[in-house]
């Protein structure tokens, strides 16, 4: 978990960048951490839930081939 909230924002706006979906995943490992999850809910007014015990791969994930979207050196 980052330390505070600019930082979280930073990293998990990574995620979801040219016009494609992301997915961030917060490990919550001790009462630190989570005043800092409860701060970013604060602050950017959302609610993160809880991860599920399972995800249906077919309608929660979409897996994009990256080298045929770009290329490069």
Request: zero cysteines; charged letters at 25%.
């Amino acid at each position: 978990m980052p330390e505070d909230t600019d930082t979280y924002l930073h990293r998990v706006a990574r995620a979801g960048r040219l016009g494609t979906k992301g997915l961030a995943i917060t490990y919550v490992a001790n009462e630190s951490d989570a005043a800092i999850l409860n701060e970013i809910q604060s602050r950017f007014a959302v609610k993160i839930t809880e991860m599920p015990d399972e995800i249906d791969a077919d309608t929660q994930v979409t897996f994009i081939d990256i080298e045929s979207r770009f290329t490069g050196p």
